[in-house]
């Protein structure tokens, strides 16, 4: 008796990704339903790169230890190819370690802080490779050889990265990042305890799924371009372009589902993080300083800054901001007549004073700063207002073109934290 061998059915994508994302349920608390999704598909796309032109970092970042950063790498080691997990590692051995015959890996680099905070050095060489390594064309140069023997050897740096750590990232790296601002469980929150030596079998089995499905699907995505949101636009919208491509094949509900993701992660870094350092003192004057005024001098603007919560402006290196260094920063942008912002002379019945005019700022409001607060998020955050009371400065100048502002009562609270 013969028997005949049935074709294998088709691995069905959106069935597969939804396991996936049930994975990372069982063991990770996520502060929102959109980190799932983009998490899911990150996964996902490692097993995809050659497809795309470039590849998203994922970053995992909080203020305090304990928030859930560590675990989230763990699981995504167990689902991605060639997991290498770099802790204070240097560049010259990761991006050695892309140029490996064995395959290109998927870095996991854990506790980032100790590489790019505070307290830490020059790490230049390893920013230039995590930079160089999102796109598909990124490759470090470095000299091989001795003496005057040395030849220069291009080595590629494409590859997947996920990192975790306290605090924030250089901006060129968030900038190349899908953001995830993780924060501690609370009480009524249950995860399962990971135990490594159970789940890693589990997670590689379905890591070894993606990788059959992923070479069912190579051709479809090879070339893609997703429809982007229309408020998705430059850095983000390449960040995303991977993630949405794969949603788009998998179908179901994928493609709505990875689309609200995008949206709402790409929404809520503008407002984490404003950009730089920079942009936040842009976004600050806006929308909490020179809010409906035309005018302020800087002995007000210094006070009203310091004053707000949550912001840097009151402990610069350990003293507050001064006007040397407002004028500093604030020199780097342009007005709408292409000549840098610079305090101007403001009269008032209290002699002149240097001062700040709104419309020396428009231009670069429109060019830089996220889109202000909705005036819905007013009310909802009445109640736990985060600035504190700013009282006129003495001898402030308060003619109606010049009047101070009513003390501000709320300040939208900072997303993610």
């Known amino acids: 008796m013969t028997s005949t061998n049935s074709p294998t059915p088709p691995i069905d994508g959106a069935a597969l990704l939804d396991e996936v994302e049930a994975f990372h349920r069982r063991f990770n608390i996520f502060p929102r339903e959109a980190a799932?999704?983009?998490?899911?598909?990150?996964?996902?796309?490692?097993?995809?790169?050659?497809?795309?032109?470039?590849t998203p970092?994922?970053?995992?970042?909080?203020?305090?230890?304990?928030?859930?950063?560590?675990?989230?790498?763990?699981?995504?080691?167990?689902?991605?190819?060639?997991p290498m997990l770099a802790v204070n590692a240097r560049a010259a051995a990761l991006f050695r370690s892309v140029s490996d015959d064995a395959g290109r890996p998927t870095i996991l680099f854990d506790e980032i802080d100790t590489v790019f905070g505070p307290k830490a050095g020059d790490n230049e060489e390893l920013r230039g490779f995590l930079n160089a390594g999102h796109r598909r064309s990124g490759v470090t140069y470095r000299c091989i050889g001795d003496g005057g023997n040395q030849t220069v050897q291009e080595f590629p740096s494409y590859c997947a990265v996920a990192v975790a750590g306290l605090g924030s990232l250089p901006d060129t790296i968030l900038s190349r990042s899908?953001?995830?601002?993780?924060?501690?469980?609370a009480r009524n929150e249950r995860i399962e305890p990971y135990r490594q030596r159970v789940h890693e079998k589990q997670g590689n089995a379905l890591r070894d799924r993606l990788a059959e499905w992923a070479t069912t699907v190579q051709e479809q995505l090879t070339g893609a371009f997703p429809a982007m949101p229309p408020e998705v636009t430059d850095r983000p919208a390449d960040v995303w372009e991977p993630l949405l491509a794969i949603a788009d094949v998998v179908g179901g509900q994928w493609p709505e589902r990875a689309r609200a993701a995008c949206v709402e992660l790409v929404d809520a870094a503008k407002l984490d993080d404003k950009g730089?350092?920079?942009?936040?003192?842009?976004?600050?004057?806006?929308?909490?300083?020179?809010?409906?005024?035309?005018?302020?001098p800087t002995v007000a603007i210094l006070e009203r800054l310091c004053a707000l919560d949550e912001a840097p402006w009151g402990d610069m290196n350990g003293k507050p901001l001064t006007p040397r260094g407002l004028a500093k920063m604030l020199g780097e942008y342009m007005t709408e007549d292409n000549v840098p912002i610079s305090p101007r002379n403001i009269k008032s019945g209290a002699g002149v004073l240097k001062g700040y005019y709104a419309a020396d700022l428009n231009d670069a409001w429109q060019r830089?700063?996220?889109?202000?607060?909705?005036?819905?998020?007013?009310?909802?955050?009445?109640?736990?207002?985060?600035?504190?009371?700013?009282k006129p400065v003495a001898g402030t100048p308060q003619p109606a073109a010049t009047a101070l502002p009513q003390p501000a009562t709320t300040r939208p609270s900072r997303l993610g934290r």
């Open 276 to 296: 730089s350092l920079g942009i936040r003192l842009l976004t600050d004057l806006r929308d909490y300083v020179l809010n409906g005024i035309d005018r302020l």
């Open 36 to 54: 799932y999704v983009a998490v899911t598909l990150w996964d996902a796309h490692a097993h995809l790169l050659d497809c795309f032109d470039s």
């Open 368 to 390: 830089y700063c996220p889109p202000p607060p909705s005036e819905s998020a007013t009310g909802a955050t009445a109640a736990t207002s985060q600035v504190r009371a700013l």
């Open 178 to 185: 899908v953001i995830i601002r993780m924060r501690r469980r």
């Open 57 to 82: 970092r994922i970053a995992f970042l909080s203020p305090e230890p304990g928030s859930g950063k560590s675990r989230a790498l763990e699981v995504i080691e167990t689902l991605t190819p060639r």
